[in-house]
């Protein structure tokens, strides 16, 4: 008893050629893994630069201390 594949086998020699003649990094070679693996550290990395920037900013000039 043995279930059918995800995929044709055909499709996937199509997708393995496919992949294997691109010359990119690996991490790149899909169509969104710019997003994944470039934009999305990219945008963490922005934001905690602004957010440490802003909170030494805000200790330099003794803003929003408690009392």
Known sequence: M???PFRPRE???E???Y???IHKHTYLKGPYDKITSVAIPAAL???SLFLIGQG???MSHGIGKKE
Request: zero cysteines; charged letters at 15%.
């Open 2 to 4: 043995s279930e059918p």
């Open 11 to 13: 499709k996937l020699i």
């Open 15 to 17: 997708y393995q050629k």
């Open 19 to 21: 992949f294997q003649n």
């Open 45 to 47: 990395v922005a934001s």
């Open 56 to 58: 030494i900013y805000n």
